[in-house]
Antibody
Framework: EVQLLESGGGLVQPGGSLRLSCAAS????????MSWVRQAPGKGLEWVST????????YYADSVKGRFTVSRDNSRNTLYLQMNGLRAEDTAVYYC?????????????WGQGSLVTVSS | QSALTQPASVSGSPGQSITISCTGS?????????VSWYQQHPGKAPRVLIY???TRPSGVSNRFSGSKSGNTASLTISGLQAEDEADYYC??????????FGGGTRLTVL
């Protein structure tokens, strides 16, 4: 059974940094692209970033490019999102998601999410 | 990248069929066969229903089907059930090598 468990969320001041982690199990982690998708309170889904299975390719939304960095440790089956220069508009539940084998442009399993609140 | 356009809400009675549209452009929906659909119940994580326009993952009911014509993709739910009441989101791969979501559609089962 695929399991994705996010951690690292919390309250941070504007301009601050936070690193989210996503521990994966139940599948061959290194074989699949992984993504971060966020959802602001009461709002819709927003794609944040994707990283390929071998970490050779990364993709970012314009809203986070230059501030957020996605990475993975395939030896630890863990996905990361380093968030710097946080802004109030980054407040959201951040979901970790796995892609199907055939495409990174979809998410076939999702974690339960980790809440990040940016506020002074 | 602008969000894909979905109706804010749709409704239907149990047993009926409904269709949710998702309109993009020739830089995303119209250019690639990489449209996905997700269902989200309140307080829960999203769940994939369809990817690659019309591929249904194992475990997803065949009451859910996807299609695409030009710049508009569609999700059809047949035999509407009470538990289908949820928010639905489409997404598409884009020319910029990014993903874009629709604003979401709230489905009410009357």
């Amino acid at each position: 059974e695929v399991q994705l468990l996010e951690s690292g969320g919390g309250l941070v001041q504007p301009g601050g940094s936070l690193r989210l982690s996503c521990a994966a199990s139940g599948f061959t982690f290194s074989s699949y692209s992984m993504s971060w998708v966020r959802q602001a309170p009461g709002k819709g889904l927003e794609w944040v970033s994707t990283i390929s299975g071998g970490a050779t390719s990364t993709y970012y939304a314009d809203s986070v490019k230059g501030r957020f960095t996605v990475s993975r440790d395939n030896s630890r089956n863990t996905l990361y999102l380093q968030m710097n220069g946080l802004r109030a508009e980054d407040t959201a539940v951040y979901y970790c998601a796995k892609s199907p084998a055939t495409t990174w442009a979809a998410c076939d399993h999702w974690g339960q999410g980790s809440l990040v609140t940016v506020s002074s | 990248q602008s969000a894909l356009t979905q109706p804010a809400s749709v409704s239907g009675s149990p047993g009926q069929s409904i269709t949710i549209s998702c309109t993009g452009s020739n830089s995303d929906v119209g250019k690639y066969k990489l449209v996905s659909w997700y269902q989200q119940h309140p307080g829960k994580a999203p769940r994939v229903l369809i990817y690659d326009v019309n591929t249904r993952p194992s475990g997803v009911s065949n009451r859910f089907s996807g299609s695409k014509s030009g710049n508009t993709a569609s999700l059809t739910i047949s035999g509407l059930q009470a538990e289908d009441e949820a928010d639905y989101y489409c997404s598409s791969y884009t020319l910029s090598a990014t993903l874009v979501f629709g604003g979401g559609t709230r489905l009410t089962v009357l």
